[in-house]
């Protein structure tokens, strides 16, 4: 993953990571220009404890969350935090809260690209969620107040898929035939930012299951005969499927369409 904030000179000669492993110790910035965060006309940066006395319910459970490692500080403000994201607040503050003051990154994903660049050009692709539209949003898969900031770890471990699974009910299941593959999440055969192919796979034909399925020719007998390496077989479900894959890739129609659990047969097909 790579991050380009637009850091100062100083720091920019770090690189990336470097750079920010430094902040993360040092979190002194320089002045105000090294980040580009949203911009506010005529405001400055309130600091996080301005914003905790309005809005303690977010600011309680910050210490967890990944971005709070981010520990802004600003000279005069002290940790800014919070305004990394909604812009300098002194006006809001001023205003005693209200809309049309700070920004709300829950409307538009421009507030993450300041630092998350790169995840312009994954939306950009030719299959991705409809972020850049506005009507998918950055938050609606990561939480950006509270705990790590993918859903997907330790006591965690269910969540990944409910993350998708709340919007696309059709993949949840129960099924009566689960597919093993997933209980290692959706994206292990999904890029939700995009990838190029179809139903942002991350792959676009048979790779995508010969990942987990691609058996050893010497391993297993086929039709009899002990294959052999080099032998140019493409075993998995201790078949050769070299003639079945000149019809179309795995999920193609009468073979196992329903690669997300089937309720009709073990073979993952309708
Ligand atoms: C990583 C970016 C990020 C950081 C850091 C961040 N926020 Fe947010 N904030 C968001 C996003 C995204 C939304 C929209 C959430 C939504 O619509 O569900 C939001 C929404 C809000 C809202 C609107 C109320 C709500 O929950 O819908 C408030 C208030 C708020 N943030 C306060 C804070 C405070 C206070 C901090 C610091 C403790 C903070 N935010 C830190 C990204 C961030
Ligand atoms: C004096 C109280 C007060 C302070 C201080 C304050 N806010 Fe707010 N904030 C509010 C109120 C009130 C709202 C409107 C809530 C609503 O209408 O739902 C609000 C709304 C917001 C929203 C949502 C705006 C939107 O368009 O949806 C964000 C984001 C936010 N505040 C962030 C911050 C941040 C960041 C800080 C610290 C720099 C901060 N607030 C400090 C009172 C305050
Ligand atoms: C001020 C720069 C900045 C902004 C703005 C920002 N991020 Fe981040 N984000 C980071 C940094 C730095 C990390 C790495 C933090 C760490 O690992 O401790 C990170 C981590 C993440 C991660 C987790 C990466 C991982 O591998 O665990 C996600 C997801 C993420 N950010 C999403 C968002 C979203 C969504 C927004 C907008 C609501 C946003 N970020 C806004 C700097 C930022
Ligand atoms: C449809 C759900 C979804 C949306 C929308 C989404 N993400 Fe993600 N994102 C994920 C998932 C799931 C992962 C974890 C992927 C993995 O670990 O395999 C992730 C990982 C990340 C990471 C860390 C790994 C990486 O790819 O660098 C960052 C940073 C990130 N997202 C930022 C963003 C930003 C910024 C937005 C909005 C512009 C966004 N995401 C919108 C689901 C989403
Ligand atoms: C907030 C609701 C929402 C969440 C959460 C969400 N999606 Fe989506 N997803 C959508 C929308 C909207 C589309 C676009 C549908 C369309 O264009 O017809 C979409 C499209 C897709 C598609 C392509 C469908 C097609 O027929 O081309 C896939 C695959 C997908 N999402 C997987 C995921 C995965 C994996 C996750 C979790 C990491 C996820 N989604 C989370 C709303 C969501
Ligand atoms: C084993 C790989 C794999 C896993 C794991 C997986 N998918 Fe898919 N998914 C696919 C394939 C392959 C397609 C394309 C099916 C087609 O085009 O007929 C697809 C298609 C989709 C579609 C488009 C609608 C459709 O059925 O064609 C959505 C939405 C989707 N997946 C969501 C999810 C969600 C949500 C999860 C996790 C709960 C998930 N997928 C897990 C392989 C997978
Ligand atoms: C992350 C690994 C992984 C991926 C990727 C994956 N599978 Fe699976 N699949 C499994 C596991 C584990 C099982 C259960 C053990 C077994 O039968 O091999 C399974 C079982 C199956 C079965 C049932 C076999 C039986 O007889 O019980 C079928 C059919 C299947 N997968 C098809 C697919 C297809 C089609 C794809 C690509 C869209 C795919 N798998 C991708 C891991 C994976």
Redesign the pocket.
Known sequence: MSYNPRWNKSTLIFGGAAAWALLLVGCVMADRTVMAPPAIAGATYAGTKKCEQCHEDLTAHFDGATHSNLALKDAKAGDITCESCHGPGSLHVKAGGGKGTIVNPGKSPEACFACHLDKRGEFSLP?A??VLSG???CN??HDPHKGKVIKRTGAELET??E??T???TAQKGPFLFKHQAMVEG??IC?N?HGTVN????VARDANLCLRCHLQHPEAVVVSGVPGTIGDGKIVAGNEDHRTRLQNGTCWVAGCHEDVHGSNASKAMRY
């Open positions: 299959n969620h409809p009507q998918v949003t609606d898969c990944p898929n993350t998708c709340k919007c696309h959706c994206t999904h939700p179809q139903k942002m796979l």
